[in-house]
């Protein structure tokens, strides 16, 4: 049987809600073979983070060498890669790899707990941006690229061109999670700018939407699917993951993996 394989390149979560484990949950709903590579063991849960563990780049690179030098790469993801080495053995490795790569710049948990250096930041822009084929940034990591406040929805479209045509990503998706209203995110793919746009869901159960998102989106590349309507299908995903939550744990529930199949079975009705 041929299958499509996704890879994520992130940071770990035993709570399960964020994370490789999210993201590994997510290619197994969207059927690509999924594959990780941890960057840092982080002691974190739906409340916040207790400790970080980074592990050596060296090891990082080791891991990068053994999955890619066996396995197919259809499309790969990062999300939290908290130091310069750590870029740098991920920069140096890219090249060698011919597939979408779906960047998360994450920054800083829900918690407000930071899981990237401060110092870091501007490797990151300068040095991995421009490798990315789409980049998703929430509100607050998109001003963080850009250095600039983004308050209204032109704010948004325009920070989603100007990490293309300025930093140098292959598309930005501006999303717009931490905003009030519709939850509605803006995709500038180098020509155009695509709105997805979903109701507003009134939980506090979020723990790992950006990682899920992101995790979804690379799963449908990796499947062939183009940008635009890879990031339509992982709205719905990550949509109804969000409205089908749990109320697990004592701060931010985790999101649900499987309620897509859920949602399908009411639009059949
Ligand atoms: N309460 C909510 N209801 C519906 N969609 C949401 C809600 N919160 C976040 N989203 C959506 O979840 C996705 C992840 O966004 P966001 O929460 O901004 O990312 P991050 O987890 O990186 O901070 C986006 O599509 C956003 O619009
Ligand atoms: C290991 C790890 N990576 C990323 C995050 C942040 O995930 P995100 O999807 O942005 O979700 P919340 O921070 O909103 O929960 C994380 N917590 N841990």
């Given at each position: 049987?041929?299958?499509?394989?996704?890879?994520?390149i992130a940071?770990?979560?035993?709570?399960?809600?964020?994370?490789?484990q999210?993201d590994?949950?997510t290619?197994?709903?969207?059927?690509?073979y999924?594959?990780?590579?941890?960057?840092s063991v982080?002691?974190?849960?739906?409340?916040?983070?207790?400790?970080?563990?980074h592990?050596?780049a060296?090891m990082i690179?080791?891991q990068?060498e053994?999955?890619?030098?066996?396995?197919?790469?259809?499309?790969?993801?990062s999300?939290m890669i908290?130091?310069?080495?750590?870029?740098?053995?991920?920069?140096?490795?890219?090249?060698?790899?011919?597939?979408p790569?779906?960047?998360?710049?994450?920054?800083?948990?829900?918690?407000?707990?930071?899981?990237?250096?401060?110092?870091?930041?501007?490797w990151?822009?300068?040095?991995l941006?421009?490798?990315?084929?789409v980049?998703?940034?929430?509100?607050?990591?998109?001003e963080?690229?850009?250095?600039?406040?983004?308050?209204?929805?032109?704010?948004?479209?325009?920070?989603?061109?100007?990490i293309?045509t300025?930093?140098?990503?292959?598309?930005?998706?501006?999303?717009?999670?931490?905003?009030?209203?519709?939850?509605?995110?803006?995709?500038?793919?180098?020509?155009?700018?695509?709105?997805?746009?979903?109701?507003r869901?009134?939980?506090?159960?979020?723990?790992g939407t950006g990682?899920?998102?992101?995790?979804?989106?690379?799963?449908?590349?990796?499947?062939?699917?183009?940008?635009?309507?890879?990031?339509?299908?992982?709205?719905?995903?990550?949509?109804?993951?969000?409205?089908?939550?749990f109320?697990?744990?004592?701060?931010?529930?985790?999101?649900?993996?499987?309620?897509?199949?859920?949602?399908?079975?009411?639009?059949?009705?």
């Open positions: 049987m041929s299958i499509q394989c996704s890879l994520t940071g770990t979560d035993p709570s399960g809600g964020a994370g490789i999210a590994l949950k290619f197994q709903e969207l059927k690509s999924g594959m990780s590579v941890v960057t982080v002691a974190q849960n739906t409340t916040g983070v207790n400790a970080v563990h592990l050596p060296e690179q080791q990068l053994a999955v890619s030098a066996d396995m197919p790469i259809d499309a790969f993801k999300g908290a130091d310069k080495d750590m870029m740098k053995v991920i920069a140096d490795w890219i090249p060698q790899i011919s597939a790569y779906v960047m998360d710049p994450v920054m800083v948990a829900q918690s407000g707990d930071p899981l990237i250096e401060a110092e870091s930041r501007a990151l822009r300068e040095h941006v421009p490798f990315a084929s980049i998703t940034p929430n509100l607050p990591e998109a963080d690229l850009l250095g600039q406040q983004i308050e209204t929805t032109d704010d948004m479209k325009e920070a989603a061109e100007q293309v300025k930093l140098g990503a292959g598309a930005a998706l501006v999303k717009g999670g931490h905003r009030d209203g519709e939850a509605v995110d803006y995709l500038f793919d180098g020509s155009k700018i695509h709105s997805y746009s979903a109701e869901i009134a939980t506090n159960n979020t723990h990682c899920t998102y992101s995790a979804a989106i690379t799963a449908y590349l990796s499947r062939g699917i183009d940008l635009p309507r890879a990031v339509e299908k992982a709205k719905q995903f990550v949509t109804a993951a969000i409205k089908h939550s109320d697990l744990g004592k701060g931010s529930g985790p999101t649900n993996h499987w309620a897509w199949k859920e949602e399908v079975k009411q639009w059949k009705k």
